[in-house]
């Protein structure tokens, strides 16, 4: 059973308390999303790094449970 956009979003959330998580399901299908993470954790970190610290979120169910995530990382700006 794939991941719903809520469960992505909480488990970002809970490794990340002050991101912002916009997620957008891209097929319709439930299992192919897009994820905009803003975060003030991702400062001073290149963008590889940024999307570790997701990847890490999800404990393990990118590739699996997980189908498919195409993922934008960025620091707030104000």
């Given at each position: ?11 970002i959330k809970a490794a990340m308390p002050d991101a912002e998580v916009e997620m957008t399901d891209l097929a319709g299908d439930g299992d192919h999303w ?45």
């Amino acid at each position: 059973m794939p991941m719903s956009g809520e469960e992505i979003e909480g488990m970002i959330k809970a490794a990340m308390p002050d991101a912002e998580v916009e997620m957008t399901d891209l097929a319709g299908d439930g299992d192919h999303w897009a994820a905009k993470v803003t975060a003030p954790d991702f400062a001073g970190k290149s963008r590889v790094q940024q999307h570790k610290m997701v990847y890490d979120a999800l404990d393990g169910r990118m590739g699996g449970v997980l189908h498919a995530l195409q993922l934008t990382t960025a620091v707030p700006t104000s």
